[in-house]
């Protein structure tokens, strides 16, 4: 019997409004998974991911993880936050609920995603913003860092 290794096409989670979604419904599109945070230097990367949604909304689908596991820098709950996106940063990309990426409460998706192969490396997310890029196959293409914005070309010239 042959072992088929994950994809993120096998985790779920639940968007900001208390929606469940399998991120098999996304199949044959690329996904850009991002953790995000409100109070944060990197918080402006608000505005090109929503640049991103609206540039390559037919082949890319942004997807925002609000998390509070980097120096107490995000809302307490997911109404606040989801106001604060939409009003500063005009988002209406996907956001999920508050979640953990790192840590004893880690969720599934994101230990998936930080010990997954792939060119880049693999470890704990050292803060906010990090970057996930999923191929149509639902594998882990890319990471990077926060310092990479989402609209750098390194990001962007692996749009397919």
Same mark, same amino acid.
């Given at each position: ?13 639940? @968007? ?29 990367? =608000? ?19 609000? @998390? ?43 230990? =998936? ?48």
């Amino acid at each position: 019997m042959l072992f088929q290794q994950p994809t993120v096409y096998d985790f779920s989670f639940t @968007s900001i409004d208390g929606k469940k979604i399998d991120f098999s419904e996304f199949k044959g599109k690329q996904l850009l998974i991002v953790n995000t945070a409100s109070k944060c230097g990197f918080t402006k990367q =608000y505005k090109e991911l929503q640049e991103l949604h609206e540039q390559y909304g037919d082949k890319l689908v942004v997807i925002g993880f609000p @998390s509070d596991n980097f120096g107490n820098q995000e809302y307490a709950d997911n109404k606040a936050i989801a106001q604060f996106c939409e009003k500063n940063f005009g988002v209406n990309f996907i956001l999920s609920e508050k979640v953990d990426v790192k840590g004893d409460e880690q969720t599934a998706l994101f230990k =998936y995603l930080t010990e997954t192969d792939n060119p880049d490396f693999t470890g704990d997310i050292k803060w906010n913003f990090e970057k996930f890029l999923i191929g149509k196959d639902g594998k882990l293409a890319h990471r990077y860092r926060s310092k990479v914005t989402p609209l750098d070309e390194v990001i962007t010239k692996q749009i397919l």
